[in-house]
């Protein structure tokens, strides 16, 4: 089961995580953290339109954090705030509720599909997911505050 877990191609996407550093100037950043491992997951986006256009993450995690920060970071650039919400909801299902992984652009993500059956890493795998959600809402209420301030 461990060798279903940690793949060669989890390990291949653990050790190269693209779009890795800091954006000072976001619209929105948002750390997640999963107790059981220790593992953190900070990211930094700009929006344009509700499509993300810039993205920096910083990555401390294990190798199945890793990997989905690498998933995130390959496909993240161009996709919409209602496409990555509902990528986190698809792989929140995938792990949790024996869902399918999601398709399109987002389909790598069917490599962590054995995590399922291991619930004390599903936090890991969500990390980036999590913190990409987060972002984009504190993106949203940055938005609204300034919208506010200017009526």
């Keep these: 089961m461990l060798n279903d877990?940690?793949?060669?191609?989890?390990?291949?996407?653990?050790?190269?995580?693209?779009?890795?550093?800091?954006?000072?100037?976001?619209?929105?950043?948002?750390?997640?953290h999963s107790k059981l491992c220790g593992s953190t997951v900070t990211v930094h986006l700009k929006l344009d339109d509700n499509v993300v256009s810039a993205f920096a993450q910083e990555v401390k995690a294990c190798a199945l954090g890793q990997a989905s920060s690498s998933i995130m970071g390959r496909h993240v650039i161009g996709s919409t705030v209602e496409e990555l919400r509902t990528v986190r909801e698809e792989v929140h299902r995938m792990l949790k509720a024996s869902g399918q992984p999601p398709s399109g652009k987002w389909a790598d993500l069917a490599v962590l599909k054995p995590v399922r059956d291991l619930k004390a890493r599903h936090a890991s795998v969500l990390l980036a997911f999590d913190a990409v959600v987060d972002a984009l809402a504190r993106a949203a209420a940055k938005e609204a505050a300034a919208a506010g301030s200017t009526n």
Excluded: V
Excluded at 7 to 27: F, K, V, Y
């Design 5 to 32: 877990i940690y793949s060669r191609r989890i390990l291949e996407l653990a050790a190269d995580i693209p779009l890795q550093g800091t954006l000072p100037d976001a619209h929105g950043s948002a750390k997640a």
